[in-house]
Structure formats: structure tokens, C-alpha cells
């Protein structure tokens, strides 16, 4: 039975809350940063979970706006638009030793979280979940299945094995990986050509890889050049048997955000595969096509 850790949650939305309700089931003291109505909310009500693998469940959880106690780890669940300003509740100065676990979209970010909180306790994972918050506190996990990659080439191995066995005791299964520029351009090179081409032309993905089908194929051939310049193995024709195999309904996240009205996760994805390929001199034509549209599309970024 793994030890008890105390964690802190950046962000209690789709995965953050489904996390912070899993890990607080399973006995872990959890505390969730967010805004005051938020924090309130959690603190009185807790995090009320409803999922066909997990069950529906509340859990209590802690709440604050800003991280004031030590704790084992902070997982930090926002969107990357949203993370400049969500730090803000996580001061250096409280961090002490604790373990960073960004569950971003894209590759940049561990580089940012290193400059300000220092090389050795940034631990990025990629978490393959549905789950969104409909309200504060109250997450609906739609998925069957909550899968996390675990990783931090500076870490420890014994810290990132203690937090992977109470994320998988919890629920998520959980693993991982030797690498982590591995681990992050495995999901880039899968999210890059979903998110761009649903977003671009505002389409769900069955009308994207029958209408769309030579773009596709092209910037997954593009991705996949880039994430091997990167020292990252990438299959584009495993990735193109996905895209294919996925129900023909569904949408990106990025998509559902231009829908919204809200800000896109442009530039920690496509602006990030721009600029890698540009260090590598990688050609890119469609995906600086797509990016470009994109930005001059008038969405919020």
C-alpha cells in the first residue's frame, strides 16, 4: 500500500477535479488552488465525481488560492493559456522540494516551470482521459478508460514510482516512461494534426479525414518528422490507423474552445511544432499553412 502523500491541485477542471476526487477516495490529503468561489465551493461541498468506471462519488477536499503549506506534489491541471497566470498561486517559495506535474498540452512547458521553480522537480505527464467539469466541484468522466504517462529525466526515479503507484491505486493507470521528450511528443505528434485541421476548418474528425485526407496525411507526416528530430520515435502510419479508428463525431478540445469563444491552446501546439521544426530544419508547409490561418482567423489567443 503506497504511503499517504499530500498534493496540491492547480486547476480542479476536467482532469484536475477528476484527479483530486480520485486521490482524495483513495485516502490522500488533497488541495485544490483556484479561485475564491471555487475554493469555497470545494471547501464546502467537496468534489463530486460521476463516471461509468470509477463510480459516482463526492470526496472532500482542501481548498485555497494559493499554495501556503509544503506538500509531495502540485499537479498542474490548467490549460496552457491559463498557466502564466495560475502560478501565480504557486509562489517558489512554498514549492520547497516538492514534485511539479504539469499535465499540459505540447513540449515547451517543462522548460518554463524549470526557469522558475528549479531543474530537478519538474515531472511532466501526459494523461489520455474525457473529463469535464460542469460545474464547480462537479467533474464527469465520459471516457472508459484514464491512462497517465509519467515522466522527468531529472527525477528520481523512486519519486516518480512513489506518485505513479497512488495515481494507479487511485484509479488512473499510470506508468513511467525513461524519457520524457519521448513521452511528450508521442501525444504532440497524435494532438498536432487533430487539433489544427478540426479547429481550421470546424469539422469533427470523420468529416476531417474523408474531406481533408491529404492534409491530414501531410501533417502527420510533418509531425512525425519533427518529433524525430526531436529524438522521439513517431509511426505516421499508426497514427493515421487512430485518427481513423476514432468515432467520426468527435472534436478536439482545441476546436471546442474557438466554439466557446474561449482562448485557443494555438501556440503551445501548433506554434510550438513551428518553432521545433524550425531548430531542427524540418519542412513544415501545411502545418505553418494551418497555424497561419489560424492566427489570422480572429480566435482567442
Known amino acids: 500500500m503506497t504511503n499517504k502523500l499530500t498534493l496540491a491541485v492547480l486547476g480542479p477542471g476536467g482532469i484536475g477535479g477528476l484527479l483530486a476526487g480520485l486521490l482524495s477516495r483513495a485516502g490522500h490529503r488533497v488541495i485544490c488552488l483556484s479561485g475564491e468561489d471555487t475554493a469555497t465551493r470545494l471547501r464546502t461541498h467537496g468534489v463530486h465525481v460521476r463516471s461509468a468506471r470509477f463510480g459516482d462519488f463526492t470526496a472532500p477536499v482542501a481548498a485555497a488560492t494559493e499554495l501556503g503549506a509544503p506538500v509531495d506534489a502540485v499537479l498542474i491541471t490548467v490549460k496552457h ?42 515531472a511532466p505527464a501526459v494523461v489520455r482521459v474525457e473529463s469535464t467539469r460542469v460545474a464547480a466541484g462537479v467533474i464527469e468522466h465520459a471516457s472508459p478508460f484514464a491512462e497517465i504517462d509519467l ?27 525513461p524519457g520524457e521528450s519521448a513521452a511528450l511528443w508521442a501525444k504532440m505528434a497524435f494532438l498536432a494534426p487533430f487539433a489544427l485541421l478540426t479547429t481550421r476548418h470546424a469539422l469533427p474528425l470523420g468529416e476531417v479525414r474523408t474531406r481533408h485526407r491529404e492534409d491530414l496525411t501531410a501533417l502527420v507526416a510533418e509531425t512525425a518528422a519533427v518529433s524525430r528530430a526531436c529524438g522521439a520515435p513517431a509511426d505516421p502510419a499508426a497514427a493515421l490507423a487512430r485518427y481513423d479508428a476514432f468515432p467520426p463525431a468527435t472534436r478536439s478540445s482545441m476546436q471546442r474552445d474557438a466554439e466557446a469563444g474561449r482562448p485557443l491552446e494555438l501556440e503551445a501546439i501548433g506554434g510550438a511544432l513551428l518553432r521545433a521544426a524550425e531548430r531542427h530544419g524540418v519542412p513544415v508547409p501545411v502545418a505553418a499553412r494551418l497555424v497561419r490561418e489560424l492566427r489570422e482567423a480572429g480566435y482567442r489567443i
Open 81 to 122: 493559456t491559463a498557466l502564466d497566470a495560475a502560478l501565480a498561486r504557486v509562489p517558489a517559495a512554498a514549492v520547497g522540494d516538492a514534485l511539479l506535474v504539469p499535465f499540459l498540452n505540447g513540449v515547451e512547458h517543462p522548460a518554463l516551470l524549470r526557469a522558475r521553480y528549479g531543474p530537478d522537480s519538474v
Open 151 to 177: 515522466a522527468g529525466d531529472r527525477v528520481p526515479r523512486p519519486r516518480l514510482d512513489g506518485l505513479a503507484r497512488a495515481l494507479t491505486e487511485a484509479g488512473p493507470t499510470t506508468r513511467v516512461l
